[in-house]
Structure formats: structure tokens, C-alpha cells
């Protein structure tokens, strides 16, 4: 796992917008793994500035989304699906029917996480993924208790998580209680994971995840699993780091050539 710590939020979508268009550029068909949230947004802003200076396209890539809120009908401005389109994916040029995202319409849920998980592997499986932390430690919705070889499933959120999610709602009763979520095991297959942490309201869970046991109780913790996670944090979430001047240093010495 490589730990980067930069100044602040700018900076982190400066070198993950680096790595993205870097695998485009090798790979212009790409598969993207994408989050929600508000953490990867200034990555998106950074990605779609690119977009417009003519650096990078995503006209042959494909994106799949990792979560989306089980009930809300499709369109609702606070779907998953709308939020990526809104934030990222429309205001870039991917192509027709290249992003997906969990069926939280679908009769048959279970159905409809098998659905996904097939959709994935037919696209060859994804390149880089992008994820954000809950304060609990969850990546996607995987909440903790959450099977470490999960894959895409019905979840019920924790209060905690509706709380932290109503500002988005007219109320806390308008957050829907399921989702359907892409699990801990299929983020694990993804080629390179890439999280992005600002802020000290997620120093604790950073912590946990990336200096803490592997446990089910903190989800993110799973990526000390993965041959290739990169933590890029701000200098506030990366405060309860113990390691975090061997992180520093390392990074401030990393060989050019190597990338993320
Ligand atoms: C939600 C999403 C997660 C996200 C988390 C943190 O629960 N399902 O994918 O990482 O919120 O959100 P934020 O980045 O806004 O702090």
C-alpha cells in the first residue's frame, strides 16, 4: 500500500488525475470504477479540466458505479446514477450505454447484484477504482460486519451512515434504508485501487484502515489485501497516521518513473 499525503484536496486530484489519464493513455478502453460522495469530486473537476484542454478522452473507456440506493426512482437527483452523471460522467465524453451502475429499481435484487458482478467481468474487470471512506470505515456501502469476499448485494445502512448521507435528503426519513452495493470481494478484483481521504472527520477510519487490523469491523481494511492501493490524503485525514513521515519520505523519494 502506498500512503500519499499532499497539502490539501487539490493536490490528491492533481496525481490521481495523473494515474487515470495515464492508463488511458496506454489503455484508451479502460475500465473505470467509480465513487460517490464528495470526496472524489475534485478528482472529477480535474478529470473533466483535462477533458476540455484536449488531455484526455473517454470515448472508448467504461465506467461502473459502486453503489446506488435501493427504492429511488430512477432519475432521482439523489441517485447514485444521477449524481455521477451530474458531477462527472455527462460533462465528459463518455460514449452511450458505457456507464453503469447497480439496478436499485430491480424486483429481484439478488438478481440484479449477479447481473452486475457478470457485467463487470464481461468488460474484463476493472482497471482502476476509485473510493471514498466512510467515517465507519466502508467503502462503497459496505458497512461494518460486512463480508471481506462479498460481492455486489443488498445492504441495510447503519444510522450512522443515514445521518451522515441525510444533508443530501429533505429529511432523514427520505433516506432509503437499502442499497445495493458492490461488496468488499469485487472491489478486492479491481487491478489498482485508488482512495481518496480529506479532512479530519476521517483521520480515525484512515487510521484504522490502512495501520489497523484486517478486520470485518472496518472494511476499508480489506485493501491491505490488494497488491496495488494508493491512499492519497489530505494533511488533516492523514493526522492519526503513525507512519506517516516514513510515508512522506518514501513518497518524496519515489523514483520519477514509477507513477501511482
Ligand atoms: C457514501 C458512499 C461511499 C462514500 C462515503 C463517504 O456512503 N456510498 O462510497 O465513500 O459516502 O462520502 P464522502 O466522500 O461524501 O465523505
Known amino acids: 500500500m502506498e500512503v500519499v499525503i499532499l497539502p490539501d484536496a487539490a493536490a490528491g486530484a492533481g496525481v490521481v488525475a495523473d ?34 484542454a484536449g488531455a484526455v478522452s473517454f470515448a472508448q473507456a ?37 456507464v453503469r451502475s447497480p439496478d436499485g429499481t430491480a424486483s429481484d435484487l439478488a438478481a440484479a447484484g449477479v447481473a452486475y458482478e457478470a457485467a463487470i467481468k464481461a468488460a474484463g474487470g476493472v482497471d482502476l477504482q476509485l473510493l471514498g471512506i466512510g467515517g465507519d470505515g466502508h467503502i462503497g456501502f459496505n458497512e461494518p460486519g460486512s463480508s471481506l469476499a462479498s460481492r455486489t448485494r443488498l445492504k441495510t445502512l447503519t444510522g450512522q451512515t443515514r445521518a451522515d448521507n441525510a ?32 479532512g479530519a ?19 476499508a481494511s480489506a485493501l491491505q489485501l490488494h497488491p496495488h492501493v ?20 518514501t513518497y518524496a523519494n519515489k523514483p520519477a518513473w514509477q507513477g501511482l
Open 19 to 52: 494515474a487515470v489519464a495515464a492508463l488511458l493513455g496506454r489503455r484508451p478502453e479502460a475500465v473505470l470504477g467509480l465513487a460517490t460522495g464528495s470526496s472524489p469530486v475534485p478528482v472529477y473537476d480535474e478529470l473533466v479540466a483535462r477533458y476540455r
Open 62 to 98: 467504461r465506467a461502473f458505479l459502486l453503489d446506488e440506493y435501493v427504492g429511488l426512482p430512477a432519475g432521482h437527483p439523489q441517485s447514485y446514477a444521477t449524481y455521477i452523471d451530474r458531477v462527472f460522467t455527462s460533462r465528459v465524453d463518455f460514449g452511450p450505454g458505457a
Open 167 to 198: 444533508r443530501f435528503f429533505a429529511s432523514l426519513d427520505d433516506v432509503p434504508r437499502h442499497v445495493i452495493t458492490q461488496g468488499v470481494g469485487t472491489i478486492l478484483a479491481a487491478r489498482h485501487l485508488v482512495l481518496v481521504a480529506q
Open 201 to 219: 472527520t476521517k483521520a480515525a477510519a484512515v487510521a484504522l484502515a490502512v495501520e489497523g487490523p484486517v478486520t470485518a469491523m472496518v472494511p
Open 230 to 249: 494508493t491512499v492519497v490524503l489530505d494533511e488533516a485525514a492523514a493526522s492519526r497516521l503513525s507512519l506517516a513521515s516514513y510515508y512522506r519520505e
